[in-house]
Nanobody, 135 residues
């Protein structure tokens, strides 16, 4: 059974940086998608940064493109989220997700293409990291 562990919380000032680490244990599939989702109060969990363990391709939400970087170690069991140029609007719970679709695909009807997979496509979740960014 695959499990992932991530830090409970992180904080930074506006303009600062944070680095989140998520570590998977158990028999992980080295071809699957891993990454990070953001959940704001009262909102659904949305993908912000995903990485395909298959080919290293990365996908970002528009809100974090150019500021956040997702990466993985050589074992494909550790995924990082480097968060730069943080602003108070980044304050949220961030969830690590693993064992997602091969290549990080997004399917609409019968059409599937590489992209930001939905939360429902991931069977394994961390407990969440509360990120707080102060102004």
């Amino acid at each position: 059974q695959v499990q992932v562990v991530q830090p409970e919380r992180g904080s930074a000032q506006a303009g600062g940086s944070l680095n989140l680490t998520c570590t998977a244990s158990g028999h992980t599939d080295p071809l699957k998608c891993m990454g990070w989702f953001q959940q704001l109060p009262g909102k659904e969990r949305e993908p912000v940064a995903l990485i395909s363990s298959y080919n290293g391709a990365t996908y970002y939400a528009d809100s974090v493109e150019g500021r956040f970087t997702v990466s993985q170690d050589n074992t494909k069991k550790v995924v990082y989220l480097q968060m730069n140029s943080l602003n108070p609007e980044d304050t949220a719970m961030y969830f690590c997700a693993a064992e997602g679709p091969l290549g990080c695909t997004l399917c609409t009807g019968n059409v599937c293409e590489p992209g930001l997979s939905r939360a429902g496509d991931f069977p394994v979740w961390g407990q969440g990291t509360q990120v707080s960014v102060s102004s």
